[in-house]
């Protein structure tokens, strides 16, 4: 597996069945996924990053509608379980056939002085 390894998760996904898949390298990183998608056709995708320890390290989680035209995605990029970026995703088709993507990035900042305490 490369650094990051992106697996497919299967897009016949039943409503309400989950599908999980995991991949492996050889320095013991392993990759899980689970995909849903519910009676409205909204999919959720959750992909899981673990070290060799078993320790998290990253996550993403993605919703997308049923048409696949609006899609967020949420990372968290240290394993921490809060999610430290968000990405939104509009597709759309306008007046004769023009296709517009709209692609939004979200960052959170938060110095470290300004972090509630347990």
Not at 100 to 108: A, D, F, Q, V
């Amino acid at each position: 597996m490369a650094d990051r390894e992106t697996l497919n998760a299967p897009t016949n996904v039943l409503a309400g069945v989950a599908t999980t898949a995991l991949a492996s390298d050889a320095r013991g990183r392993y990759v899980e996924q689970t995909a849903t998608v519910d009676a409205e056709g909204t999919r959720v995708l959750d992909t899981k990053v673990y070290d060799a320890s078993g320790a998290l390290s990253f996550t993403i989680h993605s919703v997308s509608n049923a048409a696949g035209s609006q899609v967020t995605n949420s990372y968290d990029d240290t394993g921490d379980e809060v999610y430290d970026r968000v990405q939104s995703i509009s597709k759309t088709t306008i007046g004769d056939g023009v296709k517009m993507k709209m692609l939004i990035n979200t960052e959170n900042y938060f110095p470290s002085e300004f972090r509630w305490a347990a």
